[in-house]
């Protein structure tokens, strides 16, 4: 039966997505920062969920986690990097401090940024050594948590959307490369779901005409170990539906040759085989 990482995992879609894989078999690392509900939930969930306390804006923790997972169940075969946060930094505001009487700028948090997008990185970066090294070479599929927010301008959550959007090039670039190892890198891009991201407040606000079901987002996340041939894709969960968005069309043919006929140049020019 295949082992998955599932990142997040104590809360909303993470949760959602363990018990999926659970229900079918899998055994599932729950990787999360809530120790309390995460060890909870895992002991609810029966011998085949494991948790592991793991933030994964850390290099060590991430490690720790694949580590052990490989360890203990002998292989990883899906990750679901999918851990998230909103932005903690609201890029609009006039922050300063006052020093010597002079009005200086403080440096910006940007712990979104290190959770949502170095997080993913470290995640893949993880998942290839590991499925390098699963038995009998059989290899594995990344799935990153984008969202919605990754395709269009998100103004409340800026530094959100700068992260998503980064994970949808992120596995667009990397897929035609890994696909040659048989590893497929994909993502998902939700539209709003009921989980704990968002404020109660916007939560009670939101029409529920608007509002994505989780069984659409399980879809997708299962349609990419289902096939194969699915990879770099950016798969846009709304409502009821999944749509594997395309690239942007190009606007002239040069356009087109670069992106589609000059990968020889670009990895000579980087001496890379
Ligand atoms: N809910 C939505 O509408 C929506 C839409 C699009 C994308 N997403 C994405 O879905 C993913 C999951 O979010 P959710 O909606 O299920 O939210 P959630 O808040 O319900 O769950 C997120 C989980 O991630 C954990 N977490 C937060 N920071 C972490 C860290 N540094 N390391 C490890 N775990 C951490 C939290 O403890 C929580 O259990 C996120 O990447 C989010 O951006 C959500």
């Not at 997080?119 to 969202?147: M, Q």
């Not at 041939?229 to 950016?234: E, P, R, S, V």
Request: with cysteine; charged share 20%.
């Amino acid at each position: 039966m295949p082992v998955a990482i599932v990142t997040g995992a104590a809360s909303g879609i993470g949760l959602a997505l363990t018990k999926h894989f659970l229900e079918a078999g899998w055994k599932v690392t729950m990787a999360d920062m809530n120790v309390e509900a995460g060890t909870k939930l895992a002991a609810e969930l029966g011998p085949s969920a494991f948790f592991k306390k793991a933030d994964v804006s850390s290099w060590d923790d991430q490690a720790a986690l694949f580590r052990e997972t490989f360890e203990k169940f002998g292989s990883i075969d899906y990750v679901a990097a999918n851990a998230g946060i909103d932005d903690r930094q609201l890029l609009y505001e006039d922050v300063y401090e006052t020093v010597d009487g002079v009005q200086v700028p403080v440096k910006p948090n940007l712990k979104t940024i290190e959770v949502d997008l170095n997080g993913p990185i470290y995640s893949l970066w993880l998942a290839v050594f590991y499925f390098r090294r699963n038995p009998a070479g059989k290899k594995g599929k990344v799935v990153i948590t984008a969202s919605n927010a990754g395709l269009y301008p998100f103004p409340t959550n800026p530094q959100y959307a700068s992260c998503k959007h980064a994970i949808v090039g992120l596995v667009r670039s990397v897929a035609p490369i890994f696909i040659k190892e048989n590893i497929t890198v994909n993502c998902i891009c939700p539209a709003f779901v009921e989980t704990n991201l968002a404020p109660k407040d916007l939560l009670r606000r939101m029409p529920r005409e608007h509002v994505t079901p989780m069984s659409t987002v399980l879809r997708a996340f299962q349609s990419f170990a289902d096939d194969d041939a699915l990879t770099g894709q950016a798969a846009e969960c709304s409502l009821g539906d999944i749509f594997y968005r395309p690239v942007l069309p190009y606007p002239n043919e040069s356009e087109r040759w670069m992106f589609e006929e000059s990968h020889k140049i670009w990895e000579a020019g980087y001496n890379q085989s």
